[in-house]
């Protein structure tokens, strides 16, 4: 007799196939992503000092980065096609339901509850719900924090890199291969942020998409429409069979939001390292040069085989900085890394 979690484990099977095709279709992301990768991680030089010595990357809360429409962009894109599609289905009540739970858990999840922006996502959606006489059903979803490290590949070395993230090129550029495996990649071979901090599909490293608004609501649209049909075909599913379903498709839509980025930010070619916790969980504070108080978590640790490069911006001084961190990668049992000047002069 097949449980609940082996029926779910073969339909998340089948939602994968959707997913691809409609990632490749819309978003250009290629699924076909097993082999390692080489990234590129800047920060200054006693970030660099404090990753290779502790052997950890520090994650900062997505709310907090540098651009202020970070999460909310893609959230916007992503809510705006829920909603055309709840009101498109408004006359079928089961797949109204469904597309109901689906936007309240990422409203629930994803938004600051004392927010502005919580209040009104969180009218709509009860304004929906009234209009298509959907009953009160409490998935008792907890609200989540999202932290998350910023990568770039080999490839994309620029001046501006250095500038805005390598401290004016007087810090350092680490270089990580990470680890393919199951069409997602990895700095560690097994998760080590504990169960009880994180939630379903974090500890990953995936491309930011920089695809068009339209494409972005046409991917939710088709991945929506077609999940939700394979779910509404299966109407004996056991009550805990479907929320889990529902869950999951949800899921999937919060880690679209927070990979997705405006279209003008493309030239940084961005991966991100991302960690989904539960919001009460402790994590530590500093602040940065605009006056914020910034939260962040620094405990996810990385196979320190991964580590393959330590780059030094042009304003280092070279011969000092360069045996410093030879000395210092020997010190911490690191093997083979290799401690180079990058090849972008800059006089600051």
Avoid at 173 to 199: M, P, R, V
């Amino acid at each position: 007799m097949n449980t609940v979690d082996d029926d779910l484990a073969k339909w998340k099977e089948k939602v994968a196939i959707i997913l691809d095709a409609a990632g490749k279709k819309y978003l250009n992301i290629d699924s076909n992503q097993n082999e390692a990768i080489n990234l590129h991680h800047y920060t200054s030089l006693d970030g660099a000092y404090q990753i290779i010595k502790n052997g950890n990357i520090r994650l900062t809360n997505i709310l907090y980065l540098n651009d202020p429409n970070e999460l909310y962009d893609g959230l916007d894109i992503y809510m705006e096609a829920i909603i055309g599609l709840r009101e498109s289905y408004s006359c079928n009540c089961r797949i109204s339901f469904i597309l109901s739970k689906i936007h309240h858990i990422i409203i629930d999840c994803l938004i600051i509850n004392t927010s502005s922006k919580f209040i009104v996502s969180k009218r709509k959606a009860d304004d929906l719900d009234k209009k298509c006489k959907i009953e009160k059903f409490d998935f008792s979803m907890d609200t989540l924090s999202v932290y998350v490290a910023a990568f770039c590949s080999k490839e994309s070395e620029s001046l501006r890199h250095w500038v805005h993230y390598g401290d004016n090129a007087k810090g350092v550029c680490l270089e990580f291969e990470a680890i393919g495996k199951n069409n997602l990649h990895y700095l560690n071979n097994n998760s080590n942020i504990s169960e009880q901090d994180k939630t379903q599909g974090s500890d990953i490293i995936a491309k930011v998409c920089y695809a068009s608004d339209k494409n972005k609501k046409e991917f939710v649209n088709e991945f929506l429409n077609k999940t939700i049909e394979k779910i509404n075909d299966n109407d004996n599913d056991s009550d805990e069979l479907f929320v889990k379903k529902i869950i999951f498709i949800a899921d999937q839509i919060c880690q679209h939001c927070i990979v997705s980025k405006n279209q003008s930010y493309s030239d940084e070619n961005e991966y991100r390292l991302f960690v989904i916790c539960h919001s009460d969980r402790k994590h530590e504070y500093r602040i940065n040069n605009n006056n914020l108080l910034i939260p962040y978590i620094d405990n996810y640790l990385f196979d320190k085989g991964v580590l393959k490069g330590v780059i030094l911006g042009s304003l280092n001084n070279e011969e000092l900085n360069t045996s410093s961190f030879k000395g210092l990668l020997k010190q911490c049992e690191y093997e083979d890394v290799e401690v180079t000047m990058s090849p972008i002069k800059y006089r600051g």
